[in-house]
């Protein structure tokens, strides 16, 4: 089913009348997560710390003309269900309300019954849409601008930066080093409306503790020993955009607090300076730590991880994503290939298995130095396993056969069984630079068992020499 009305679904009320409030809210709360708002501004604030999956909002605010806010919410999320439940049983209203964008007009008091086929509705069609945005996001993308991917958890990942990319939510984003933080961070920044302003990223863990306030909110002329002229910080330049803030664990205890009351108003002063600036930033945060176990060492503020983490997306390491490996592997190789002027163009069907099998602790930044140091140090089209590094390497060859120095066959993905004998022998075929003899030794079979199989994979060998056509 599309629709399943469980606690998942996080429903906001818009209401200044409390008993009103009070009533609707005990319609819903035995079937969803029900938050209410008295005023458009507490509206606002709600949606701005909270991803809401519908609205229920009244016409007759005292801060705000219901209308407006409408289309205010919408100029920001044009997805999220909004029904209207007032007491004005205007035409006009109502068309106007529609005309907005509204997906519903009820009139109180709200029959209950009215109410819930009302919402079901709403949330049945919106659960569609996104199932179909899915869908054909899957159908032909394997890249959310950098980055790379098809698998289910690459996916998961598209999917939630497609849909909280417009909202005002920070967002916090968990990962291993090298997995592509800031590569998420800015994916959510190019898929918003705020793509056009700047996207200012700041890594706590690269700046000395005591300049890192300066960094994230500038300095006046004189306000420290070096300060010799006034300065910007991450905080003002991102006016209007994203402020990624990247190992946001390193940050000192005391410049926590300030951030929090820096999100909290959007309001910062310079360090030296009385004077308030008023921004407009979406905050992405992220940490290569446990924030559980952050907070717990008492590393990080709970309560500020909390305000960050309205939106929270795990970035998987690469040993987790499968054939990504494969897929990102050929796109930096042709790219650093044409960076370095050089002919490489794929991948040998035994060095590909070589690099699924691996690890990969430092992720996708250890691949791609990887890939950078193949390129640099060799030539030719095609990457063969000689020119791996040694770490990827990752089974020692049998005691019985060291007396020759040959890097040992590595740990093959789950395939059939004659598809992995046939690379364990075209690998050692490679080490030994075509000898059929010496690869037999190595693998402990019969030389002219080699050659059969050979010859049954349409691989040409000398039976002189010994050498296939194949390895050289």
Same mark, same amino acid.
């Given at each position: 089913?599309?629709?399943?009305?469980?606690?998942?679904?996080?429903?906001?009320?818009?209401?200044?009348?409390?008993?009103?409030?009070?009533?609707?809210?005990?319609? /819903?709360?035995?079937?969803?997560?029900?938050?209410?708002?008295?005023?458009?501004?507490?509206?606002?604030?709600?949606?701005?710390?909270?991803?809401?999956?519908?609205?229920?909002?009244?016409?007759?605010?005292?801060?705000?003309?219901?209308?407006?806010?409408?289309?205010?919410?919408?100029? !920001?999320?044009?997805?999220?269900?909004?029904?209207?439940?007032?007491?004005?049983?205007?035409?006009?209203? !109502? %068309?106007?309300?529609?005309? %907005?964008?509204?997906?519903?007009?009820?009139?109180?008091?709200?029959?209950?019954?009215?109410?819930?086929?009302?919402?079901?509705?709403?949330?049945?069609?919106?659960?569609?849409?996104?199932?179909?945005?899915?869908?054909?996001?899957?159908?032909?993308?394997?890249?959310?601008?950098?980055?790379?991917? +098809?698998?289910?958890?690459?996916?998961?990942?598209?999917?939630?930066?497609?849909?909280?990319?417009?909202?005002?939510?920070?967002?916090?984003?968990?990962?291993?080093?090298?997995?592509?933080?800031?590569?998420?961070?800015?994916?959510?920044?190019?898929?918003?409306?705020?793509?056009?302003?700047?996207?200012?990223?700041?890594?706590?863990?690269?700046?000395? +503790?005591?300049?890192?306030?300066?960094?994230?909110?500038?300095?006046?002329?004189?306000?420290?020993?070096?300060?010799?002229?006034?300065? /910007?910080?991450?905080? %003002?330049?991102?006016?209007?955009?994203?402020?990624?803030?990247?190992?946001?664990?390193?940050?000192?205890?005391?410049?926590?607090?300030?951030?929090?009351?820096?999100?909290?108003?959007?309001?910062?002063?310079?360090?030296?300076?009385?004077?308030?600036?008023?921004?407009?930033? +979406?905050?992405?945060?992220?940490?290569?730590?446990?924030?559980?176990?952050?907070?717990?060492?008492?590393?990080?503020?709970?309560?500020?991880?909390?305000?960050?983490?309205?939106?929270?997306?795990?970035?998987?390491?690469?040993?987790?994503?499968?054939?990504?490996?494969?897929?990102?592997?050929?796109?930096?190789?042709?790219?650093?290939?044409?960076?370095?002027?050089?002919?490489?163009?794929?991948?040998?069907?035994?060095?590909?298995?070589?690099?699924?099998?691996?690890?990969?602790?430092?992720?996708?930044?250890?691949?791609?130095?990887?890939?950078?140091?193949?390129?640099?140090?060799?030539?030719?089209?095609?990457?063969?396993?000689?020119?791996?590094?040694?770490?990827?390497?990752?089974?020692? %060859?049998?005691?019985?056969?060291?007396?020759?120095?040959?890097?040992?066959?590595?740990?093959?993905?789950?395939?059939?069984?004659?598809?992995?004998?046939?690379?364990?022998?075209?690998?050692?075929?490679?080490?030994?630079?075509?000898?059929?003899?010496?690869?037999?030794?190595?693998?402990?079979?019969?030389?002219?068992?080699?050659?059969?199989?050979?010859?049954?994979?349409?691989?040409?060998?000398?039976?002189?020499?010994?050498?296939?056509?194949?390895?050289?």
């Amino acid at each position: 089913m599309l629709y399943e009305p469980k606690q998942q679904y996080t429903l906001l009320i818009i209401e200044d009348n409390r008993t009103t409030a009070l009533i609707l809210q005990s319609y /819903l709360a035995p079937e969803y997560r029900v938050l209410t708002a008295a005023s458009a501004i507490e509206g606002l604030s709600t949606l701005h710390d909270e991803r809401c999956d519908l609205i229920l909002l009244d016409l007759s605010l005292p801060d705000k003309d219901g209308i407006e806010l409408l289309k205010e919410i919408r100029g !920001v999320d044009t997805e999220v269900p909004i029904i209207i439940v007032t007491s004005e049983r205007s035409k006009v209203r !109502v %068309a106007e309300a529609l005309s %907005a964008a509204a997906n519903d007009y009820l009139e109180k008091p709200v029959d209950r019954t009215r109410l819930r086929v009302s919402i079901q509705a709403a949330l049945r069609e919106y659960s569609l849409r996104q199932r179909l945005d899915e869908l054909n996001a899957s159908v032909d993308d394997d890249a959310l601008w950098n980055i790379i991917g +098809r698998s289910p958890k690459i996916r998961e990942v598209f999917h939630t930066i497609r849909r909280a990319a417009n909202s005002r939510a920070s967002i916090f984003i968990t990962g291993e080093s090298g997995t592509g933080k800031e590569l998420c961070a800015e994916a959510i920044h190019l898929e918003s409306q705020r793509r056009t302003q700047p996207f200012v990223a700041l890594n706590c863990a690269a700046i000395p +503790r005591e300049l890192l306030e300066s960094e994230l909110f500038g300095h006046i002329k004189g306000s420290f020993t070096g300060a010799d002229r006034t300065r /910007l910080g991450a905080a %003002a330049k991102a006016n209007g955009g994203t402020l990624f803030l990247d190992e946001i664990g390193e940050l000192h205890f005391e410049l926590q607090s300030k951030l929090l009351r820096f999100i909290q108003t959007q309001q910062f002063s310079p360090v030296g300076s009385n004077e308030v600036h008023k921004v407009d930033i +979406r905050f992405i945060c992220a940490t290569n730590r446990d924030p559980q176990q952050a907070i717990n060492e008492g590393i990080l503020r709970e309560d500020l991880f909390y305000r960050l983490n309205v939106i929270s997306i795990y970035m998987p390491p690469l040993r987790e994503r499968g054939s990504d490996i494969s897929l990102i592997a050929n796109r930096l190789l042709k790219k650093i290939a044409t960076e370095e002027h050089k002919n490489f163009k794929s991948f040998s069907q035994t060095s590909e298995a070589i690099m699924r099998g691996y690890a990969w602790p430092g992720n996708i930044r250890e691949l791609n130095n990887v890939i950078r140091k193949i390129v640099v140090l060799n030539d030719g089209e095609v990457v063969t396993p000689p020119m791996l590094p040694r770490e990827l390497l990752v089974h020692e %060859a049998p005691a019985s056969t060291q007396s020759k120095s040959v890097t040992s066959y590595p740990l093959l993905p789950l395939q059939p069984l004659w598809l992995s004998e046939k690379q364990i022998i075209e690998f050692t075929l490679e080490q030994c630079q075509g000898n059929i003899k010496e690869a037999a030794t190595i693998l402990e079979v019969n030389a002219s068992t080699l050659y059969r199989k050979l010859k049954k994979w349409h691989i040409n060998v000398d039976p002189v020499r010994g050498e296939s056509d194949d390895v050289q």
